[in-house]
């Protein structure tokens, strides 16, 4: 068991840090791109709406 223990292997404190940033910045872009396809998205859906409305005769 001992020997198991000697073959793990733990990061020092520059590759945790480096992985850290990775993790935020993919993160980050993630959020922003569902941020601008959401926008996007109902913008799209709004103006079919008004189109839709206009085309039957809705309020």
Excluded: C
Aim: no cysteine; charged share 20%; proline share 2%.
């Amino acid at each position: 068991m001992i020997d198991e223990y000697k073959k793990i292997y733990w990061p020092n404190r520059s590759e945790v840090f480096h992985v850290t940033i990775i993790v935020l910045l993919i993160t980050l872009f993630i959020a922003l791109y569902i941020l601008v396809f959401d926008n996007v998205f109902d913008l799209l859906l709004n103006r079919l709406t008004q189109i839709l409305k206009s085309f039957l005769g809705g309020r």
